[in-house]
């Protein structure tokens, strides 16, 4: 089976910090995601990569960056963390296509106090 | 934009009754996806579908898609407290993304 990694389940930062959350996959797949899930609004696609050193902007891509160095490794970071980025984080992979579901991680729950 | 969409948002039934959530999209697709997510959890992958008026069956769960590949339902029969949880539908957008539905919340009396 496919698992995807977040290194953090809980995570509690303080406003105006940086924030790394990473992602790693043990399956040699191209596609990563990162989603932020909210009451109400469902899973909201921040940035994605197809590949090494690629990236792409999701759907709310603002006050997000993204890293991708290697092909297992996918971080998302927060350039200055505000409360309202106060969120589930989920990490997904897939194969390419899109005939083949996601295969997400346990999600890190991120507070911003 | 394309959309997803998903009715009910919540859904209260009592143990042994069935649930059925509906699927709506905007566009065509050529394929849906069907995940669920337990309460603290992640979402986890059912099912595809592909084909115009498709039917799959995992146990008491039933998958359709419909035969204008614009709508989709699960229907679980004799809901247990194990089928707690949240159902997405999903279909693919643009650059191969996938757009999720909000989800149904499902909740279980016993």
């Known amino acids: 089976d496919v698992k995807v990694t977040q290194s953090s389940r809980y995570l509690v930062k303080r406003t105006g910090e940086k924030v790394f959350l990473e992602c790693v996959q043990d399956?040699?797949?191209?596609?990563m995601f990162w989603y932020r899930q909210d009451p109400g609004l469902g899973l909201r696609l921040i940035y994605f990569?197809?590949?090494?050193?690629?990236?792409e902007k999701g759907d709310i891509p603002e006050g997000y960056s993204v890293s991708r160095e290697k092909k297992e490794r996918f971080s998302l970071i927060l350039e200055s963390a505000s409360t309202n980025q106060t969120s589930m984080y989920l990490c997904?992979?897939?194969?390419?296509?899109?005939?083949?579901?996601?295969?997400f991680g346990s999600g890190t729950r991120l507070t911003v106090v | 934009g394309q959309q997803v969409m998903q009715i009910p948002q919540y859904q209260h039934v009592q143990e042994g009754e069935d649930f059925t959530t509906y699927c709506n999209s905007s566009?065509?697709?050529?394929?849906i996806q069907w995940y669920k997510q337990r309460p603290g959890g992640h979402p986890v992958f059912l099912i595809q579908?592909?084909?115009?008026?498709e039917v799959k069956k995992q146990k008491r769960l039933t998958f359709q898609f419909g035969e204008a590949k614009k709508n989709s339902s699960l229907h679980i029969t004799a809901t247990q407290t194990t089928d707690v949880g949240t159902y997405f539908c999903?279909?693919?957008?643009?650059?191969?993304?996938?757009?999720f539905g909000k989800g149904t919340r499902l909740h279980i009396l016993p």
């Open positions: 399956m040699d797949h191209e596609n």
């Open positions: 997904a992979n897939r194969l390419w296509g899109p005939n083949y579901g996601y295969t």
């Open positions: 990569s197809y590949d090494v050193k690629m990236k």
């Open positions: 566009t065509t697709l050529s394929n």
């Open positions: 579908l592909v084909k115009s008026g």
């Open positions: 999903a279909g693919p957008g643009r650059d191969d993304k996938i757009i």
